[in-house]
């Protein structure tokens, strides 16, 4: 086309009537997106100055285009790629022109013609991007889904050439996340909806750390682009960041379908049904991973996962024992070996994990498997008897662990101080009877490694309790209260509870039940949430759930401290790796629950972990009075329940109740003295909490 337009500006003689010219055609074209009909006139001028100028003649196709006259533009286009059978973004005008014919008259016909004219435009031009999604977009209504991918594709990497997209790339790469915004932004100025362009936009935004952002971009990138599998792939993983992963699952399951021996999608898809609870099915596409390529340890360990989750113990210890044998230096696989709680690592074990240990080092880009080295080898010499060697390798890993954490003690005591004084007796009182009135949940809450798992389990084999898993839901939803004190609406998170509505509490109570809704696979009338934190947010339960029932499961302090510190949570718990902070963590958990059970006599009933073991019938039937429900006998054979457990103690719960956990903690009893510091007084009175 630039050779059609110097012949052009040859005829209109040389000198400043060539200066003249050029600057009118520029002038014309800037004019088009925002004020076609102007430009139109412009090259209409041109035109009767320079008849049958190309550059002119393609000016005017596109403002008759835009203008919304795609009939005369038609005209005008045609005839141009007859006198100029080589100008690419003739081809392509005249196939948009056709396309929005085609809108008006739903004329087959004109479809045929628009690929036609597209197709010649990007084989005389391969790098028109937006030719190539518009062709997609034809192929793909036309019923060719594989050209018009392939179409996509082609467009993508066109449009990835342009040279302010690279710059925009490579500051990316380099941190400068601002200057690629600002590229960014100029390159959709001047080519809105590029979907490489947006998809780029969206890892900026993401990882600028603005999540909600990234999103539209992402989407609209693949709106544009179906086959677009970067985009995405990118688009799953930011909305999977996100509570409600079902739109993340129906992407995946999409990229799945596109290309089913991509074992990196159909890990994707794997994690996000782990997710919403269907293991079935991420155990099926785990092993059709490993049929295609049995050497991927990563694999095995995420199958070893799900059928521990399912119970399957065997299958589980030879998909974990597969993953170490693959890779040694995994700590996620002997740990995870370790932590079902039922094997033993022997002589041979340990020699492998000990030769798997580099010099120990915080910074080392495998320091979560090296702690997890750590947690195991302290397994398997507590199993064998070997408390000091068993307590160094914990004390290790914990240190590892804590050292990449943000904790502070200190916001834990001041929040359980701030409930505690908002939570009062007559503040619960003004606000009886609001909030959803949904009586489904019942929220397990205490510290982990409490018994809590064993109470979930219990309550489970109960024909009208479902179990689920621990939900982050409540969390998130308190999370999002507290970013309005972030925002500066509020100066402290009580003021933003105490400002809620009446229809905001049953807002965020309908809320909670609906963001649950995905977890429930049969229509049992109740639902167990296991998450232990939620002891945190028992005044937001009765604020936004007031029917919901909240059962707080308790365990000697010196017994679930130390099995907390000594267990490798694979997130949260951030409290947990200090013998000293799990301690003031705990401390601070038994006086917020007092003080709630001083504000609300009754609405929490507690399970005593030591109680449930010395008389599980009783405190069965005392755990269902509260709930409402009548007895079931197999409440008391919990163990033969089969369904999936997500937790540490998935293993000690399909089994029959045993006592050896209980005073288990006292074989580490002499190197224990920072936790008992810790805990004050709330060691000397267990079970009952210190006066206040």
Not at 79 to 108: H, K, M, N, Y
Not at 324 to 336: I, R
Request: with cysteine; aromatic share 6%.
């Amino acid at each position: 086309m630039a050779r059609d337009v110097a012949r052009g500006n040859d005829a209109a003689g040389a000198g400043g009537a060539t200066g003249t010219l050029e600057a009118a055609l520029v002038h014309a074209g800037r004019l088009l997106a925002r004020q076609p009909l102007i430009a139109l006139a412009q090259a209409r001028e041109i035109l009767r100055v320079v008849p049958g100028h190309p550059h002119a003649l393609l000016i005017e196709g596109q403002a008759l285009r835009l203008a919304g006259r795609p009939n005369e533009a038609r005209v005008v286009l045609e005839a141009l790629v007859r006198d100029q059978p080589s100008a690419a973004a003739a081809f392509t005008e005249l196939g948009l022109a056709l396309i929005a014919l085609e809108g008006e008259a739903e004329d087959a016909s004109l479809r045929r013609q628009a690929i036609a004219a597209l197709r010649r435009a990007v084989a005389l031009k391969p790098d028109l991007a937006h030719a190539w999604y518009a062709l997609a977009g034809q192929l793909r209504a036309a019923g060719e889904a594989g050209e018009a991918a392939q179409a996509e594709v082609q467009g993508i990497e066109a449009a990835s050439r342009d040279p302010l997209l690279l710059r925009a790339a490579m500051a990316m790469g380099e941190g400068r996340l601002d200057e690629a915004l600002a590229m960014l932004r100029q390159r959709l100025g001047a080519a809105p909806g590029d979907p490489a362009a947006l998809r780029l936009l969206g890892e900026v935004l993401w990882r600028k750390g603005e999540v909600q952002e990234a999103l539209d971009p992402l989407r609209a990138a693949v709106a544009r682009a179906p086959a677009f599998v970067a985009a995405r792939e990118l688009l799953v993983r930011v909305l999977a960041l996100g509570p409600d992963v079902g739109e993340a699952l129906d992407h995946a399951a999409r990229l799945v379908t596109d290309d089913p021996d991509h074992g990196g999608h159909a890990m994707l898809k794997a994690s996000l049904l782990v997710r919403i609870g269907d293991q079935e099915g991420a155990r099926a596409l785990y092993r059709g991973i490993i049929a295609q390529d049995s050497g991927r340890p990563r694999v095995w360990l995420n199958l070893g996962h799900v059928e521990k989750t399912l119970g399957n113990q065997a299958a589980a210890v030879e998909a974990y024992r597969r993953a170490a044998a693959l890779d040694p230096a995994t700590g996620e696989a002997w740990w995870s070996l370790a932590n079902l709680k039922t094997v033993r690592l022997d002589e041979a074990d340990i020699a492998a994990m000990r030769a798997a240990l580099p010099l120990d080092c915080v910074g080392d880009e495998r320091a979560d498997d090296i702690a997890q080295l750590h947690f195991a080898l302290g397994k398997a010499h507590e199993d064998a008897g070997q408390a000091e060697q068993a307590f160094a390798h914990y004390a290790r890993g914990n240190a590892l662990r804590r050292a990449g954490l943000d904790y502070d003690p200190a916001r834990t005591e001041r929040a359980v101080s701030d409930h505690a004084g908002l939570f009062t007796a007559p503040f619960l009182h003004t606000r009886a009877g609001q909030g959803c009135a949904a009586p489904d949940p019942i929220f397990v809450v205490g510290l982990p490694r409490s018994g809590s798992t064993l109470v979930e389990q219990i309550l489970a084999s109960h024909s009208q309790i479902e179990g689920t898993m621990e939900l982050p839901d409540l969390m998130l939803i308190a999370d999002r209260l507290k970013g309005r004190v972030e925002d500066g609406e509020f100066p402290d998170f009580p003021t933003a509870l105490a400002a809620l509505s009446p229809a905001d509490c049953r807002r965020l109570g309908e809320e909670y039940i609906e963001r649950t809704r995905i977890h429930r696979k049969t229509d049992r009338p109740f639902f167990i949430d296991k998450m232990p934190n939620n002891w945190q947010h028992v005044g937001l339960i009765a604020m936004i759930l007031p029917q919901a029932k909240v059962i707080d499961a308790r365990r000697h302090p010196l017994g679930c401290c130390f099995s907390g510190w000594k267990q490798y949570f694979a997130r949260g718990q951030v409290f947990s790796y200090d013998l000293s902070e799990i301690g003031r963590y705990y401390a601070a958990y038994v006086r917020q629950m007092a003080a709630f059970d001083r504000a609300a006599p009754g609405r929490v009933h507690r399970v005593i972990y030591e109680d449930m073991v010395a008389d599980t019938p009783g405190q069965v039937r005392a755990l269902l009075d509260h709930l409402g429900l009548p007895f079931e006998e197999g409440c008391l054979s919990f163990w033969e329940n089969r369904r999936a457990v997500r937790t540490a103690s998935s293993e000690q719960v399909r089994r029959p109740i045993y006592t050896d956990a209980v005073d288990h903690w006292k074989l580490f009893d002499r190197w224990l003295d920072p936790l008992r510091h810790a805990l004050g007084p709330v060691l000397e009175s267990y079970p009952v909490p210190p006066e206040a």
